[in-house]
């Protein structure tokens, strides 16, 4: 392999052995466990083969079944080029383009955040509190990729469902999944922070949000990949933490319909702060609290 070759994939410094032939599948993933090595420990080879399995537009487990196959020159480039990514610290999501979320898999980009398995439940709490219900109208403030607000649209007794994102960008990578999903008809995204997006008669019964959450401070709290990689716009809330949940809690009656439900995405250590403003809002029936499978408190209900 020539010196340029060797620049533009720096996975090869001290990680990855120069090429010399074609490799097959077998050769490509221990090559790749080599080279992600100090990245990712012991998930190393699960890493390689996820990021090769993209490549080849097969599912990893179907990797075993293809051992000896050779690799194409264009499939190992790109699979240097992904490899070179990880190693960087890039999230396996970036570097794929996709994340899986419940039963979707949902385009992200570093426009918008990596849905987690909390948000899930997130969505699943709604779920279940809008059963036995039909003809509802749904608002998701910050959708990003429109995680929330697709599944509620796909799996809920949901007419409409309107996400809100300050950015425009996220805007692009929600609409595209929507589409994908087959309710681009039914969720209707806007561009604008939080409430400034909406008119002042418009009603919803179900206003939900997975917000910023994270003080400002706290940046260095943060695993370095989502520190350094996902949108900050997304992350951090301010001082405390609290101030977007704040602005959420007190705009949402004015928007929700009698019985309607706030349910939010909060951070741990904010918990008991958002049960109280909620509280002492004076809107809302006694908020429930829910704990994420870590067993953290993670996720809050109210009615109006």
């Not at 960008?169 to 939080?194: F, H, I, K, M, T």
């Not at 439900?261 to 951070?267: D, G, N, R, S, T």
Request: charged share 25%.
């Amino acid at each position: 392999m020539s010196g340029a070759r060797r620049e533009q994939h720096p996975v090869f410094d001290s990680r990855v052995p120069a090429i010399n032939k074609m490799w097959t599948v077998e050769e490509a993933l221990e090559r790749g466990r080599s080279a992600l090595s100090a990245r990712a420990g012991t998930d190393a080879r699960r890493e390689a083969a996820f990021l090769l399995a993209g490549v080849l537009g097969v599912a990893p487990g179907q990797l075993t079944l293809q051992r000896g196959r050779q690799l194409a020159e264009h499939e190992r480039d790109e699979y240097l080029n992904r490899l070179a990514r990880r190693a960087r610290g890039e999230p396996l999501q970036y570097i794929e383009g996709r994340a899986a979320f419940r039963d979707l898999f949902l385009r992200v980009d570093r426009s918008v955040l990596i849905p987690r398995p909390e948000t899930e439940q997130l969505v699943e709490a709604v779920l279940g509190w809008c059963r036995g219900k039909h003809g509802l109208s749904g608002l998701d403030l910050g959708t990003g990729s429109g995680a929330i607000a697709i599944s509620l649209a796909r799996e809920g007794p949901f007419e409409r469902v309107v996400g809100v994102d300050i950015s425009a960008q996220a805007l692009n990578v929600a609409r595209y999944n929507a589409e994908q999903a087959g309710v681009g008809a039914a969720v209707d995204l806007r561009l604008g922070s939080l409430f400034a997006a909406l008119s002042a008669a418009e009603r919803f019964q179900v206003v939900v949000s997975n917000p910023p959450y994270v003080a400002n401070g706290e940046a260095e709290s943060l695993p370095e990949e989502v520190r350094d990689w996902e949108p900050a716009v997304a992350l951090y809330a301010g001082p405390s933490g609290f101030e977007v949940i704040r602005q959420i809690v007190d705009g949402a009656p004015q928007y929700l319909a009698p019985g309607g439900l706030l349910a939010l995405e909060v951070a741990p250590g904010i918990a008991d702060a958002t049960l109280e403003r909620l509280r002492a809002q004076g809107a809302y029936s006694e908020p429930r609290l829910i704990r994420d499978l870590a067993g953290q408190r993670r996720i809050v209900l109210a009615e109006r």
